[in-house]
């Protein structure tokens, strides 16, 4: 019983240095192509548009819902102590340092990075990665890198949409169902929320856009088994990418500190 145990334990933690070693080889490699920088510019363009513009909808409405539900959470707290000067800062320092990135990046990992992933594993089954390794094109530098970029460029730009979009979903129910009017919420948020506190959800960001885009791409470069193992890799690479948002956005809360 004890062995067996034991022997589960040791077979886990080495099948997770393996991944996260793997996802580091990836990461260097992908590097390594942007030195000298050339970029598949098509490539580019087409991922910033499938991963950005398709995914601002989604982000939005996720956004907004956020906002409008963290001030009904604490609309109680606020009755009871009369802290209505406080809700626009409430809202604003929890929604651009911790609500606004996270959510967003759970919801582009579902969307954005399994769908890379699936991509990348399909490509793999049918070998259209070995044709291109065929035609002298490398599959790194073809689809990886303008991949990766689109990814954390993406992230970036989707976190400062979402942050505005809840702020202003935030103020709209502090006056719906607090009274509170528009210009004591933004003097709330002005008076405590800094700039640094956005500066520090914007890292955040492309943090979690450099995690989900290694998982993503190396779960789906590296998937075997064919068909069946395009889903694994898929449910791989979410439980990676969400994993590895929670771990960095506590080392990172850490290391920025106030």
Known sequence: MIRSVCFNIGHGFLDVAQQVGGIAIMMVRIVSRLIPPRIDMPELLRSLYKMGVQSLPIVIVTALL?????????AYIVKRYNAYSMVGAGAGF?????????????????????????????????????????????????????????????????????????????????????????????????????????????????????????????????????????GRAVNASVVASAAGIFVLDFLVTNALGD
Request: with cysteine; net charge negative.
């Open 94 to 230: 929890v929604v651009v340092r911790e609500l606004g990135p996270v959510l967003i990046a759970l919801m582009f990992s579902g969307r954005v990075g399994s769908n890379n992933t699936a991509e990348l594993g399909t490509m793999v089954v049918t070998e259209q990665i070995d044709a291109l390794r065929a035609l002298a094109i490398d599959p790194v530098r073809y689809l990886l890198v303008p991949r990766t970029l689109a990814m954390i460029f993406c992230m970036l730009v989707l976190v400062m949409y979402g942050d505005f979009s809840a702020l202003v979903s935030g103020a709209f129910m502090s006056w719906a169902m607090l009274g509170v009017d528009f210009r004591l919420y933004y003097q709330g948020m002005v008076e405590w929320v800094e700039l640094w506190d956005f500066a520090t959800g914007v890292i955040k960001a492309g943090f979690f856009g450099v995690v989900i885009a290694m998982a993503s791409c190396y779960y789906g470069i590296s998937v075997t088994g064919g068909a069946p193992g395009v």
């Open 66 to 74: 956020t906002g409008a539900i963290g001030v009904i959470q604490a």
